[in-house]
């Protein structure tokens, strides 16, 4: 006889078409009914809501005195929470951000009692080749989704383990028909009949044994009142079957006896039975580079920074950094983050990044200081410590402000060694912006900001401190602004073209590369959760029309050339249809190398008035490729340049069309056996690989649509994803920034590590200068820091540090490390105390574990002494 285990839930989107508060609202509603219902029923045993704290967060803020009544029935195992904080996307969101996901969702559960120990992800769309081992670093071996499978993954089970890509295993139930199959359930006998008839042809065929769930809830979805009599109808109509109310691990507790259940292995990206929305990683191109952005500033800055701050002495303030993370993280929830939301919504997303980023950035000055104000002072001098947040040294360009009422300065470190450096720019600075007290006893005399740039090689993750003494005034050196078209450093010569264009040649490997920086233009007919071409529509090219205008400045330490131009195309589908082109693209690329670096920055501002079109940057490469390596959390997945599947689609009836558009987190790289090209970003997070040799990285730089969800598009045939609703705002008609660089090696890309380079682009060196006035007063700490410092170092340059941060239960540092390269190698670090190496789970659990060897796309947490 079939089990049939009804799971009770909500599937809660806090934000939608509709708003966090909206969704609020209906919460306070919902939730007394459920308490209610498990309090006064015990037929009534268990209710999932929806394995996220977050909802509970909402809740507990406008009604606090039901937090005894969730904690009592949190603790009876009626009501079950977690382990998550918010229902998490897995494609554009970083490792780190997962993992706080899992570690801060994990800490609310257990202030009322336990999580679910299952990786509950019902609607992400995709699955991450990562999460095995993410999930197992909590301690849980149980997973639950729906989106992204299908047969050519290995299966055509529900029931089956998923291997990550570091071999990590987890016992995997498929929802093969979504989270909401069990959603309002009728009475009439005939209407429910008709509906589970098609549910059990789908469940019995994937099913590997006797047990089947039948999800009862829907997105908002209240409690079904009268589910008992329906299950009393079922048996009526199912005499076979076994019906009755359960919960999921009920369902793991019996997939665990079976021996011979199928493994299937990586990542599942595949919309043939549910949309994964591959295109969606481009929608709202400003909500999604201010996310890049933000995480990469919290674990590459502002956590390292607040680790050495505690191992001087200073305070770790966990719960302010912790707050940073959960702004971020509400939205990271997946129709968030995929900004498949009403204007509205994409409102109070971007308004939250904007708090979580202004409390970022003052928490990263906090540190600086209070690590500045600690060590020594020397009498009528000011201060500047250079901070490297990388655990090795590094030798950079460092380009910073000194704000003095100095005449003349110099610059001496801790040797007393003269600095040589270049003054790029002056600036007059009221000193009321300085410090009010100033001007309030009647002092004007104003303060003079430079911008300076020089050269210097900073210890380990940490800092050193510079002073800066009185001198006879030097003259300021502006970077010299030339008309000639190229720019170069130690690495590159780069030649800007009259079509806004460059060509670049490798000085070492003598490499050519030409054409590089076009964009892309062309029509998207889609809504906010996929790009859709125009049928019959033709790309266009900046490099065909456009005439740029170029500019280079150079100083003893960087180069930089701006490449500008005005773009004209059509304004909307109407006019491209009629092959008009009445509206522009204003484009302002900036290019710039510094003296030594292997990498071209790249900023670019774009100007947008046009409608429903796509851009894209293109990077020729000359390497003819059959698959590109990107990178994911915690390592690397190879994907190929053209799925298999695109030639069956329409045959096989997929829900979406399998282009091979695909997510990054930092790069994405072309190689061969000479050499590889890397795209490295700090904003958009999609890329495709285009050309007749498949030889060119397409980087999306924004999507300009008009509607949330729209029907019948050629890449995704049949009804609207979500709902048919205006979004203006979704078209971009403003400007835009974004931030990436290139790397351009005469080696492959085991040797040219182009992870480590992203590691490096995505931690810029950071200094504080401290001049004896502040806005903000501070008592002296009690902390003697010492003028220079390490705090560890790492002895494997293969392996690259994810983040560095205080434990949150005990005082220890830990510091995260992975492994993208293809072989195991040696995890070891250089610390002050014993070089034993202590280890640790990503839930922050000291292991037993006694191995320093760190395996492909594995990741690692060791203490640091």
């Not at 100083?555 to 050339?561: F, N």
Request: net charge negative.
């Amino acid at each position: 006889m079939k089990s049939v285990h009804i799971v009770p839930h909500m599937h809660w989107d806090r934000e939608w078409y509709f708003s966090t508060e909206e969704s609020r609202i209906l919460l306070v509603n919902n939730m007394a009914e459920i308490l209610d219902m498990l309090e006064s029923n015990p037929e009534y045993p268990h209710y999932v809501l929806d394995g996220q704290t977050a909802v509970l967060e909402d809740y507990f803020a406008v009604c606090p005195e039901e937090r005894e009544r969730v904690e009592k029935l949190v603790k009876a195992g009626k009501l079950i929470i977690g382990p998550w904080y918010t229902q998490t996307d897995e494609m554009v969101v970083g490792g780190e951000s997962i993992v706080r996901n899992l570690l801060y969702g994990t800490k609310d559960s257990q202030e009322l009692g336990e999580p679910m120990r299952i990786g509950y992800l019902p609607d992400s769309f995709g699955q991450s080749g990562q999460m095995p081992q993410i999930l197992k670093g909590f301690d849980i071996d149980r997973a639950i989704f729906w989106r992204g499978i299908s047969e050519r993954h290995g299966t055509d089970k529900t029931e089956f383990y998923w291997q990550g890509n570091d071999g990590s295993k987890v016992l995997t139930q498929l929802f093969p028909l979504g989270y909401a199959i069990g959603k309002y359930l009728p009475e009439e006998a005939t209407a429910l009949k008709q509906r589970m008839d098609k549910y059990f042809a789908v469940l019995d065929k994937g099913a590997t044994g006797d047990e089947l769930i039948i999800p009862n809830g829907h997105d908002q979805m209240p409690i079904q009142k009268n589910i008992f009599t329906i299950i009393e109808k079922l048996e009526t109509l199912y005499p076979e079957r076994k019906f009755f109310l359960s919960r999921y691990e009920n369902v793991f507790d019996m997939l665990e006896k079976q021996t011979d259940l199928p493994v299937v292995k990586g990542e599942f990206i595949d919309g043939k039975y549910s949309r994964v929305h591959r295109s969606i990683f481009s929608t709202r191109m400003d909500i999604k580079a201010a996310n890049t952005r933000i995480e990469n500033k919290i674990t590459a800055i502002l956590e390292p920074l607040a680790s050495i701050a505690y191992s001087l002495g200073h305070t770790y303030h966990h719960g302010l950094i912790e707050g940073i993370w959960k702004e971020i993280m509400k939205n990271h929830a997946h129709d968030s983050i995929g900004c498949c939301c009403s204007d509205k919504v994409h409102f109070e997303i971007m308004s939250r990044f904007i708090n979580a980023e202004e409390r970022l950035d003052r928490l990263i000055e906090f540190y600086q200081r209070k690590i500045t104000e600690s060590t020594p002072d020397v009498e009528d001098t000011d201060k500047l410590v250079v901070f490297n947040l990388l655990p090795y040294k590094r030798t950079e360009v460092v380009t910073t402000k000194i704000i003095t009422k100095r005449a003349g300065f110099s610059l001496i470190d801790t040797n007393q060694t003269p600095i040589e450096y270049t003054i790029l720019a002056d600036e007059v600075i009221d000193p009321g912006l300085i410090d009010r007290q100033i001007v309030h006893y009647g002092n004007y005399e104003p303060f003079i900001q430079y911008t300076i740039q020089f050269e210097q090689t900073l210890p380990a993750m940490g800092y050193e401190t510079v002073y800066i003494h009185t001198e006879t005034p030097k003259e300021t050196q502006t970077d010299q602004v030339e008309a000639t078209n190229f720019i170069e450093n130690e690495q590159f010569i780069l030649r800007a073209n009259t079509n806004g264009t460059i060509s670049l040649t490798s000085k070492q490997g003598g490499v050519d590369y030409d054409q590089i920086l076009s964009l892309e233009d062309v029509a998207d007919d889609g809504d906010e959760y996929d790009f859709s071409p125009l049928e019959n529509d033709v790309a266009l090219y900046s490099k065909d029309s456009v005439v740029a205008t170029v500019e280079t400045t150079k100083s003893e330490y960087a180069e930089t050339m701006e490449i500008s131009y005005t773009w004209k195309l059509p304004k909307s589908l109407v006019e491209r249809k009629e092959s008009g082109q009445t509206n522009t693209l204003s484009v302002k690329l900036t290019v710039a190398v510094s003296k030594q670096t292997k990498r071209i920055h790249l900023s670019i501002q774009i100007g947008n008035t046009c409608e429903d079109h796509r851009v894209r940057l293109l990077i020729p490469t000359g390497i003819a490729s059959a698959f590109s390596i990107a990178d994911n959390q915690f390592g690397t997945v190879k994907r190929p340049v053209v799925d298999e599947t695109l030639a069956t689609w329409t045959e096989e009836e997929w829900d979406e069309r399998p282009d091979s558009i695909y997510p990054f987190l930092t790069t994405v790289s072309l190689t061969n056996e000479k050499r590889s090209v890397s795209v490295l970003t700090n904003s958009s997070r999609e890329y495709e690989v285009v050309g007749d040799t498949y030889d060119c990285l397409a980087i999306t730089l924004f999507r300009s649509i008009g509607v949330l969800g729209k029907e019948n598009l050629l890449r995704r045939p049949g009804r609207p994803s979500g709902i048919k609703m205006a979004t203006p705002d979704s078209q971009l008609l403003k400007e835009l920034e974004l931030d990436l660089s290139l790397s351009f090696s005469d080696e492959t890309i085991d040797k040219a590590n182009p992870y480590k380079v992203a590691k490096e682009y995505l931690t810029p060196v950071i200094s504080y200068n401290q001049m004896g006035y502040h806005a903000m007063k501070l008592n002296p700490s009690n902390v003697v820091a010492p003028v220079n410092y390490s705090l560890f170092s790492q002895e494997n340059p293969q392996l690259i540090v994810s983040t560095v941060k205080k434990a949150e239960n005990s005082a220890d540092i830990l510091a995260r490390f992975y492994n993208p390269t293809e072989k195991a190698e040696s995890l070891s670090v250089n610390q002050k105390a014993t070089p034993s190496l202590v280890h640790y789970q990503l839930n922050e659990k000291r292991t037993a574990e006694t191995s320093n060897e760190i395996g492909k796309n594995e990741v690692k947490t060791i203490k640091i002494n």
